[in-house]
C-alpha cells in the first residue's frame, strides 16, 4: 500500500485547508484510514480517523472544525480543516491500516498564521 498525500500549505488564522490522501496498491482489505500530526520534538498525536469508509473518529480538540471524508471511487481520503488556529500548525501525516499492519504517507506541513 501506497499513500500520497497533499494539500498542506500556509493559511492564515481562521482559514481552511483541506488535505488528501490517495491509497494504491494493494488496498482492498484497508478499513481505516485518518491522520496523525506531529511537532517537532513531540509525539504524533491522532487527528481523524475514518473507519470502514464510514465511521468518523476525531480528537476532541478538533471536533466541529475538522471533517473527515472518503471517497471510494478515488481511494482517497480527505481532511477538511476549519477555522484553523496557529496551534494547528503540525506536520500532518496520513495512514491506512488493514488487517496486519500500518501504512503511513509523507507528511505534510500545515502552518497557520496569526
Known amino acids: 500500500v501506497q499513500l500520497q498525500a497533499s494539500g498542506g500549505g500556509l493559511v492564515q488564522a481562521g482559514g481552511s485547508l483541506r488535505l488528501s490522501c490517495a491509497a494504491s496498491?494493494?488496498?482492498?482489505?484497508?478499513?481505516?484510514m485518518g491522520w496523525y500530526r506531529q511537532a517537532p520534538g513531540k509525539q504524533r498525536e491522532f487527528v481523524a480517523g475514518?473507519?470502514?469508509?464510514?465511521?468518523?473518529r476525531y480528537a476532541d480538540s478538533v471536533k466541529g472544525r475538522f471533517f473527515i471524508s472518503g471517497d471510494n471511487a478515488k481511494n482517497t481520503a480527505y481532511l477538511q480543516m476549519n477555522s484553523l488556529k496557529p496551534e494547528n500548525t503540525f506536520v500532518y501525516s496520513c495512514?491506512?491500516?488493514?488487517?496486519?499492519?500500518?501504512?503511513w504517507g509523507q507528511g505534510t506541513q500545515v502552518t497557520v498564521s496569526s
Open positions: 495512514y491506512a491500516i488493514d488487517r496486519t499492519n500500518t501504512y
Open positions: 496498491g494493494n488496498i482492498f482489505k484497508i478499513n481505516n
Open positions: 475514518l473507519i470502514s469508509g464510514a465511521v468518523p
